[in-house]
């Protein structure tokens, strides 16, 4: 399973936008990547993807490197419900629906 | 429509007792899987079945096991109880026919083990 980097923890104030990186330097060229947050007391809720091409939905904006070693989620104004742990995860194409969670990054979002 | 819905939500047993956990996917949705979240090990791939078949499974032992049935609810059991398998048990469906589409969780059943 292709492993990603994310920071433990980011600090947020509200109606300021976010950028949660993500490192993933071994990604392979089938890889997509999704982002999925947990807010607490809550199952996972999926939040976007994307292969090779920024991509936007009425939730984030995530931007990946031209190398595909890197991306970023993007919340354009944080918000209180906001605050969560967010994921960065890798899937292959094709087959199964597993996704392998790693540590996230917890988003305190301040008032 | 009605999201996936876990039954229970609590549960608390002893050491050597076996549980079964249910779930009932989104309707139209053909693939459930299965994770486990502890404050350890954070969230893992336990198992994931579509169309009543297991697909994949993660790295637990023989203990954790599951089904799906025709409509596509799925359920999981667990024997021989350990301490250790105190967690919440989330599950998830999705259309699966749609490459790299979502997952939806359900809110999980926590399990206390005594």
């Known amino acids: 399973d292709a492993k990603t980097t994310q920071p433990n923890s980011m600090e947020s104030n509200e109606e300021e936008p976010v950028h949660l990186p993500c490192n993933h330097s071994?990604?392979?060229?089938?890889?997509?990547i999704h982002w999925y947050r947990q807010l607490p007391s809550q199952g996972p809720e999926y939040v976007i993807h994307?292969?090779?091409s920024n991509v936007n939905n009425r939730m984030a904006s995530l931007a990946i490197a031209e190398d595909r070693k890197s991306s970023t989620l993007i919340l354009h104004r944080a918000t209180l419900r906001d605050a969560a742990v967010y994921y960065c995860?890798?899937?292959?194409?094709?087959?199964?629906?597993?996704?392998?969670f790693g540590k996230g990054t917890k988003l305190t979002v301040n008032p | 429509k009605a999201g996936v819905t876990q039954t229970p939500r609590y549960l608390i047993k002893t050491r050597g007792q076996q549980v079964t956990l249910s779930c009932s996917p989104i309707?139209?949705?053909?693939?459930v899987s299965w994770y486990q979240q502890t404050p350890g090990q954070g969230l893992q791939f336990l198992f994931e079945?579509?169309?009543?078949?297991?697909?994949n499974k993660g790295n637990f032992p023989g203990r954790f096991s599951g089904r799906q049935f025709s409509n596509s609810r799925s359920e999981m059991n667990v024997s021989t109880l350990e301490l250790g398998d105190s967690a919440l048990y989330l599950c998830?469906?999705?259309?699966?026919?749609?490459?790299?589409?979502?997952?939806?969780f359900g809110p999980g059943t926590r399990l206390t083990v005594l």
């Open positions: 071994t990604i392979s060229g089938t890889d997509y």
């Open positions: 079945y579509f169309s009543e078949t297991q697909r």
């Open positions: 995860i890798l899937r292959p194409q094709g087959g199964s629906e597993k996704l392998v």
């Open positions: 309707s139209g949705h053909r693939s």
């Open positions: 998830a469906s999705s259309l699966s026919q749609i490459s790299q589409g979502a997952q939806f």
């Open positions: 994307g292969l090779t």
